[in-house]
């Protein structure tokens, strides 16, 4: 088992780039999340998803954060147009129901 | 869910136990005590969860008391890659699903 895999690792983009992180989750999770972390703000979640359905958005900070699961397999969370204030590291991480989440490694964004 | 509290630091001598508690004192019957810890540059990683009865596993021990308005974690011989964040989280069974996470403990073992 490869565990929740996130990419890229590391992000360096420019001030109004479109962003696009990406997560794998482990097979048979039926639970996807995305978090966020930041010195200031700690670990804030963002949106959950079950069987790719998207069940809770209300942590998404604003209209220019959007996130898919276009299938069990594969998520994605896109910044569009992205700001410095959105850098940050961010999670993904899945679950098999109301059992313990398994984290990805994380994506280090930073916007220039 | 309900709300915890844990100290913002703690530190433990190499080889001994590390005790780090938590107070959840507005938690329900129905709500779970989770476990995770954070070592540096990495994803949160679980570590156990309990609702009433006291619970061991491979990586630590849980302690929960009686009235279940508190809770110990207990990391029997703690080692130098114990050094993480270790965050407590109240999380009902039903319903949400999400886990949300506070500040947490910042636990460094010195050697």
């Known amino acids: 088992d490869a565990g929740v895999i996130q990419s890229p690792r590391h992000e360096v983009t420019e001030m109004g780039q479109e962003v696009t992180l990406r997560c794998k989750p482990i097979?048979?999770?039926?639970?996807l999340f995305w978090y966020r972390q930041t010195m200031m703000r700690g670990l804030e979640l963002l949106i959950y998803?079950?069987?790719?359905?998207?069940?809770?958005d209300s942590g998404m900070p604003e209209d220019r954060f959007s996130a898919k699961m276009p299938n069990a397999s594969f998520s994605t969370l896109k910044i569009q147009p992205s700001e410095p204030r959105d850098s940050a590291v961010y999670f993904c991480?899945?679950?098999?129901?109301?059992?313990?989440?398994?984290f990805g490694s994380g994506t280090r964004l930073t916007v220039v | 869910d309900a709300k915890t509290t844990q100290p913002p630091s703690m530190d433990c001598a190499e080889g001994r136990a590390a005790n780090l508690p938590c107070n959840h004192s507005t938690i329900s019957g129905n709500e779970y005590v989770y476990w995770y810890r954070q070592i540096h540059s990495q994803g949160p990683q679980y570590i156990i969860h309990?609702?009433?009865n006291n619970e061991t596993n491979e990586m630590a021990s849980l302690i929960i008391t009686e009235d279940r308005k508190s809770s110990t974690l207990i990391l029997p011989h703690a080692t130098l890659r114990d050094t993480a964040v270790y965050y407590c989280i109240v999380r009902g069974i039903q319903g949400a699903q999400k886990l949300v996470f506070g500040q947490g403990t910042r636990l460094t073992i010195n050697p």
């Open positions: 991480a899945s679950s098999p129901g109301q059992r313990s989440y398994t």
């Open positions: 309990g609702l009433k």
């Open positions: 998803f079950n069987n790719n359905v998207p069940i809770d």
């Open positions: 097979s048979g999770h039926d639970y």
